[in-house]
Nanobody
């Protein structure tokens, strides 16, 4: 199982990007999907999570206040694909973004994050001021 990300790139502040992640080798409907990010010299942090059914989404606690009105996760189970729409990008959003898959995964309210089973290799997002 290898999630494969695409859609990263370089944009100016205020711009938008849509990240895509396609996962093969699994029953996609059985997997909660999510996005993490890691900036240079910083720890990896959960950005957004969507349940296997797609009916509920969450933000990671550490980024929630920063992204909740700008980033939106969605999924298309017919295409085995999850998306992260990122609007009004800021320089502090610059990071490597990783797609994750979690078999019947759930959001952990205690940690404000989740524990993926599989990780993609990442796609770089760079936002210039």
């Amino acid at each position: 199982v290898q999630p494969v990300e695409s859609g990263g790139g370089s944009v100016q502040a205020g711009g938008s990007l849509r990240l895509s992640c396609t996962a093969s080798g699994l029953t996609f409907d059985d997997y909660a999907m999510g996005w993490f990010r890691q900036a240079p010299g910083q720890e990896r942090e959960g950005v957004s999570f969507i349940t296997w059914s797609g009916d509920t989404t969450y933000y990671g606690d550490s980024v929630k206040d920063s992204v909740k009105d700008r980033f939106f996760i969605s999924r298309d189970n017919a295409k085995n694909t999850v998306y992260l729409q990122m609007n009004s990008l800021k320089p502090e959003d610059t990071a490597m973004y990783f797609c994750t898959a979690d078999h019947f995964g759930v959001y952990d309210y205690c940690s404000g994050s989740w524990s993926p089973d599989y990780w993609g290799q990442g796609t770089q997002v760079t936002v210039s001021s």
